[in-house]
């Protein structure tokens, strides 16, 4: 059975893909290709709300960035998932696009991802971009066990540059030393971004936001560029991690001469998507900070650092779950994020094997055995912590994707009623996985 699957998918990964090649040749829309170790799927939704004021523009949806992903954008379809009969309706879909003149996105959005070697090589052998952002790159990333080493995998990633068109953009991360370095593998226009005083694009007196009652708003900064500075501000989430892709953003938009203003405005009704550093209002008058659809060591320690951000007279917790696809790194980088909560959160509950090591990191960087719980499944650790929560706490939730860590909000949120809206994995495919 599992045979027979794997063909239909490579057969079906041909056709889209040979498909995707022809769409591009016939339309020319501009392309846009967002890579990194963490921020790809936000940056990708800023970089969008930017273009879409003054172009037609169409994003990947969701976290569509592999090999099925980036064709299915350029063909406008969603994922058919195990269903043939939807499968086929793709690709007549495509087919239609290229035998009639239809109307087509003048700029394509992409969020190009990798899972093993050879993944970004195989799609810049037919996609040119003509702007191309790199976030954030880690020293330990995700999906890393598949590499050599952790520079292999960031060569990999980098050919996506190689690819960049000579009359395109590349934009960079000032404030990450390996992203930086990269500028000079590029004959493209650069444009950086950071909190750094050299960035083309400059952040500065970030803070979160709340209300006369206390409760968190969102993220408020100022940008500047070109000596004149502009407040921004980012509802319903928190994360300096967050102003990052909206910096990359705003880049792409002042080499494209779109008002400044003009983007702040529509940036103002950007969202960042479910399970990335949303706040969500927990029982008992708690605040939530939703971080669950991924996790990796940058990652977790960049939601570490926001926990720190938040003022509550409440106890600051932590539910960290496995980081996954970390091979002989898993152990070192568990305990080092454990140590880096410990620091930070007055209680830790740990979910998963791995994660165990967080437990031995957090008590090594100081936080009391007795503040520490272990435990196996997010919801059974979900369950705890509505006994253990009290007014004013705020519990940050993260973990790899098949730690299912959307499960623990699901228990403590204060209107469950609404998790279709506001939590990630609400699809039946996912619901109807254990």
């Not at 921020?39 to 994003?59: C, L, M, N, P, W």
């Not at 000579?166 to 950086?192: F, I, M, P």
């Not at 996790?295 to 320690?301: F, K, N, R, Y």
């Not at 100081?366 to 650790?381: H, P, T, V």
């Amino acid at each position: 059975m599992n045979i027979a699957k794997n063909i239909f998918k490579k057969i079906v990964i041909f056709v889209i893909t040979t498909e995707a090649r022809l769409i591009l040749k016939k339309y020319k829309p501009k392309i846009i290709a967002i890579t990194g170790s963490v921020g790809k799927t936000s940056t990708k939704d800023a970089v969008y709300e930017v273009v879409a004021t003054s172009f037609i523009a169409r994003k990947s949806e969701k976290s569509f960035n592999s090999e099925i992903g980036i064709p299915l954008t350029i063909l406008g379809v969603s994922n058919a998932w195990g269903n043939p009969i939807l499968w086929i309706k793709n690709i007549l879909s495509g087919l239609a696009l290229i035998l009639l003149r239809k109307h087509y996105p003048q700029w394509l959005v992409l969020e190009v991802g990798l899972e093993k070697p050879g993944d970004i090589k195989e799609v810049t052998s037919w996609l040119t971009p003509d702007i191309v952002i790199m976030t954030k790159l880690s020293d330990v990333p995700v999906h890393v066990e598949f590499f050599s080493s952790p520079a292999a995998l960031i060569e990999e990633k980098s050919m996506l540059i190689d690819a960049l068109k000579q009359e395109g953009l590349l934009v960079l991360n000032h404030d990450d030393r390996q992203v930086l370095a990269l500028k000079q593998r590029s004959k493209s226009a650069v444009y950086t971004f950071g909190f750094s005083d050299d960035a083309t694009v400059r952040a500065s007196h970030d803070e979160i936001e709340y209300d006369k009652e206390g409760t968190p708003q969102g993220t408020l900064f100022k940008v500047s560029h070109e000596g004149n500075a502009v407040p921004v501000r980012l509802p319903d989430t928190v994360g300096r991690h967050y102003i990052y892709s909206v910096l990359a953003a705003l880049c792409v938009g002042v080499f494209l001469k779109i008002n400044m203003i003009t983007m702040v405005e529509a940036l103002a009704k950007f969202k960042t998507p479910k399970g990335r550093s949303r706040v969500i209002e927990g029982i008992k008058g708690t605040y939530i900070i939703d971080d669950t659809y991924n996790s990796s060591p940058v990652a977790a320690e960049a939601a570490i650092a926001t926990l720190s951000q938040f003022k509550t007279q409440g106890k600051k917790v932590a539910v960290l779950g496995d980081m996954l696809e970390l091979g002989k790194y898993a152990v070192a980088e568990h305990k080092r994020i454990g140590a880096l909560a410990g620091g930070v959160c007055d209680t830790l509950l740990c979910v998963g094997v791995r994660a165990r090591y967080m437990a031995e990191g957090a008590e090594a960087g100081g936080l009391s055995e007795k503040n520490i719980f272990q435990f196996d499944d997010a919801r059974e650790a979900g369950k705890f912590l509505e006994q253990l929560i009290k007014t004013d706490d705020v519990i940050l939730v993260k973990g790899s994707q098949s730690m299912r860590m959307e499960r623990v909000v699901e228990e403590i949120m204060a209107h469950p009623e609404q998790k279709g809206e506001l939590l990630v994995r609400q699809e039946e495919e996912w619901l109807n996985r254990r």
